[in-house]
């Protein structure tokens, strides 16, 4: 089974999926939809039989395929995928089912093309796929691109609010960020002698002399950061996380923004490993203030849209000093922590996405007591708020600890700012949640119909799984985290940084 | 006195040069002898056979490497690559040229002599068949180019330079619409033009002085010599390059551009921004690669400031501009920048890559005009930006592929913008340029966002009162648009051939 050509197969699933819908016609929205959530099904089917068939003590990287394409530059078609890689491609066939069930009835009242709608998301799913099982530098560059065209669109056209501002502000702020990484990329393909093959970059950029691996470390990191987003390159977040579609949006910080920081595990640690640890204490003193100022944003925020996407950004600052605190059980705990993110946020995004749809609004003022009217969504919401603050028991919990304890043993200061992280999110949270379900009713609730309908089977069957993954993953991390662990010891090893206290607190954390 | 020696004419190698030429004059007959009715389909038919023959016989020649008529003409690698790139591109544009089916009579007036808004020229502008006289013209200006490309000595690259400039200066004043910008647009790119000649065959003369010759071999010999009055030499160059880069549109020698390209009927427009680069660059790789490359080190940071400049003053300026020509003679203006970043690699990924880029770019800019002739009202094009809005409503198919050519011109990768950008910025890096590199990088960014701007508001603005209807385009207009898409796609996707055959083709002889 493994000599299945899994990643070429999975990453052009999806692009001949968006195909087929975009030609069905307008008229047949409801055919277009149900090709969409089939065809996610299939990808998410195929992703399954992958993950059964990696061999955790087999080699970094599995399913290697190689095509050529631009032999001159020496461009090639590769795909492989380590650990990390795969659990990031296993969530993006998760989500992507999910959120094209949440988004059923997203673009109905509009006027705008239901199959265009979902065309959209089946061709960004190629692109997020693409990116993470790309083994070639330049076609991660390439996926690295173009996934901006897609949720560029799905912004614009199907978002809501400032919707084209949004758009162009994602896709400026993305593409400037790629431009940097691609001074750097081609910096590093001339080093190397005309080829993107990872290996023989990873032998070239050894030869570096320090101050050029600086510089091109700082244009890949610079696209990463942007992407991710780390303070101070957040701002377009928000407003994108605001202006998308709810389902879109889950996708957008759930999925889109790991690209970041896979890129910055994949790409900036393994290839500039003298490069990494110089700029180690910035980057974690960016992640650190990341996490404090979107906290305190985040409870600002009026909009819940917006708030749940500060939430966000202050959780890419945990994944970010996970990172860069160079020990296993943070980089095991970082590489969790954006599975669970996803997972977590991603459902927190859907389930104010029903709210916000039944309320027709996303300002938290425009709620209150809507738990009366609406128990069990806001039980959901509840359920998915608590996931986010990372209550013990769910799985989002587990990784922050990783982070924090991996953290604590090298650099203790920044882990003990961090954990301040820890209350703020319970303050935004809680409060979040007292003022949109809790306390007394709002009466303008009263007068809208659509707020007093509950969960329907359709949302059911969309939070459900996420629910269980959630609890699954947060009282048995050990599939995930046996993955995801050969994968982040082999990326220290590129950088050349030794666990202080390796085995004893590995044994007692990690499982 | 002896008999005078004639030099030996490889003619096999001249013949795509003479088949245009003598084409364009039989054209000239035509206009005499055939009857009117029947003249557009004949001088069409006759300029498209001429560019398929010449373009036959290129390939045929493929593998000469030649100087020949006495050291004037020189036929190697890049020439018969950049006059192949031409004649495609030529042939591509005489389609545009040719549509007659959009307007009634065609973009052309029938008469440019008569005065504009007197009875006579309210007459000719209700449908008379426009002038067929542009055919000739158009395959004049491509054997100049032609020869442009290919000329071994500074005369007769001169000579080529008017040959090619002064139907353009004509063509330019055709517009059946807005006739007045576009007598305009002419006179003052004649002015400029023939300021930019003067300057370059004034710098013909000082070269002359300092090599004690014209042909190219001579001036690289000369320039490896101490001994020579540097001083001649560094002004003749300069007042060379200045000619070349005024007819390339290099700031800031640019600000003919957008008028020109604004005011001239928008197939000319094309046929500039698609053929006129590739000869101007074609000549321009041609000098600084066989006649100065001794005094690289001299050029190259004055040349790579001027291609700095020509990027930000294109990008910059392309943010502020409210009508779509003149935007995209501003992006033309900064895609001479990223064009020029290749020149100065001065390697072989240099010229093969700046070859790569002018086709991909060609087939591109040539598509985004042939959209631009389709939007239109009662008045003629509508090239007004707000009048673009919402138009992804209307139709979705010109939209998308007008939203394709403009993320090409950005730079997103599968398209040949990216392709092409890769490869000059990967050689200007190789060839030690890296400060060029990373200034493009930056510009491509500002330049991204008049690009973004207008597909916003082709897809995400509400179409207004005042869209305008979008022509069903003829058959040789859907035959540009669809080669340009297929050729940008194919670029992207699939560039292998295309860099293998300049790679090839990337030796110059000297």
Known sequence: MSDFPFLSVLTLLPLVGALAVAFIPRARAELAKLVALGWSLVVLVLSVFMWVAFSIDGDRFQFHESYPWIPAWGVSFTFAADGIALVMLMLIAILFPVVILASWHDVDQSTRSAPAYFALLLSFEFTMIGVFAAADVFLFYVFFEIMLIPMYFIIGSFGSGQKQYAAVKFFLYSLVGGLFMLASVIGLWVVAGHTFDFAELAGAAATLDTETARWLFLGFFVAFAIKAPFFPFHTWLPDSGGAAPAGAAALLVGVMDKVGTFGILRYCLSLFPEASRWFAPAALVLAVIGIIYAALLAIGQNDLKRLVSYTSIAHFGFIGIGIFAFTTQAGTGAVLYMVNHGLATGLLFIVVGMLVARRGSSLVSDFGGAGRLVPVLAGVLFFAGLASLALPGTAPFVSEFLVLIGTFSTHKGYAVVATLGIVLAAAYVLWMIQRTTQGTLNPALTEVPAMSKDLTLREKAVVAPLIALLLVLGFYPKPVTDVINPAVQATLQDVGTTDPVPTVADGKAGR | ?510
């Open chain 2, 1 to 510: 006195m002896g008999e005078v020696q004639l030099p030996p004419i490889d003619y096999g190698a001249l013949s795509p040069m003479l088949i245009l030429f003598a084409a364009a004059c039989l054209g000239i007959l035509t206009e005499v002898v055939v009857p009117r009715r029947l003249r557009n389909g004949v001088q069409l038919g006759l300029a498209m056979i001429a560019v398929v023959a010449a373009l036959v016989m290129v390939v045929i020649e493929r593998n000469t490497r030649t100087i020949t008529i006495g050291g004037a003409v020189a036929v190697d690698g890049p020439t018969l690559f950049l006059q192949g790139a031409i004649l495609v591109l030529g042939a591509v544009s005489l389609m545009l040229i040719g549509e007659r089916s959009i307007e009634k009579g065609g973009a052309f007036v029938a008469q440019a002599a008569v005065t504009v808004g007197s009875q006579q020229d309210q007459q000719q502008a209700a449908g008379r068949p426009g002038a067929t006289e542009v055919y000739p013209l158009s395959v004049f200006a491509l054997g100049g180019m032609l020869l442009f490309v290919a000329a071994n000595d500074l005369l007769t690259m001169f000579v080529a330079l008017e040959v090619f400039s002064l139907p353009l200066y004509l063509l330019c004043a055709l517009a059946r619409r807005r006739r007045l910008l576009s007598q305009e647009a002419a006179l003052k790119y004649f002015l400029l033009g023939s300021y930019a000649s003067a300057f370059f065959l004034f710098g013909v003369a000082f070269v002359y002085g300092f090599a004690g010759g014209i042909q190219l071999d001579v001036v690289h010999e000369a320039v490896a010599d101490p001994q020579r009055p540097q001083i001649l030499l560094y002004a003749g160059l300069a007042l060379v390059a200045i000619g070349l880069l005024f007819k390339a549109a290099l700031a800031p020698f640019h600000v003919w551009t957008p008028d020109v390209y604004q005011g001239a009927p928008t197939p000319i427009t094309a046929f500039m921004a698609a053929c006129t680069k590739v000869a101007a660059f074609g000549a321009l790789l041609r000098i600084l690669y066989v006649a100065f490359d001794g005094v690289r080190w001299d050029f190259q940071p004055v040349l790579g400031v001027i291609a700095v400049l020509t990027m930000f003053v294109g990008a910059v300026l392309a943010v502020t501009q409210t009508d779509l020509k003149r935007l995209l003679a501003y992006s033309s203006i900064a895609n001479a920048g990223y064009l020029m970043v290749g020149v100065l690699a001065l390697n072989e990924e240099g010229l093969s890559g700046t070859m790569f880029y002018l086709v991909a770019y060609g087939f591109s800019v040539l598509a985004a005009f042939a959209i631009i002739s389709l939007v239109r009202d009662a008045d003629g094009e509508a090239t007004h930006l707000s009048r673009w809005a919402g138009i992804g409503r209307k139709s979705p198919l010109l939209a998308g592929v007008f939203t394709f050519i403009l993320l090409t011109f950005a730079g997103i990768p599968m398209t040949s913008g990216f392709t092409s950008k890769f490869a000059v910025f990967g050689a200007a890096v190789e060839g030690g340029q890296t400060w060029l590199v990373i200034f493009g990088v930056i510009s491509s960014m500002l330049l991204a966002f008049p690009y973004l701007r207008v597909v916003v508001l082709m897809w995400l603005s509400e179409p207004g009162e005042s869209t305008p209807a979008v022509s069903i385009p003829g058959f040789l207009t859907s035959a540009v648009l669809g080669l340009g898409v297929l050729v940008t796609v194919a670029l992207g996707v699939v560039p292998s051939p295309l860099i293998d055959l300049t790679r090839e083709a990337s030796q110059f002889v000297r």
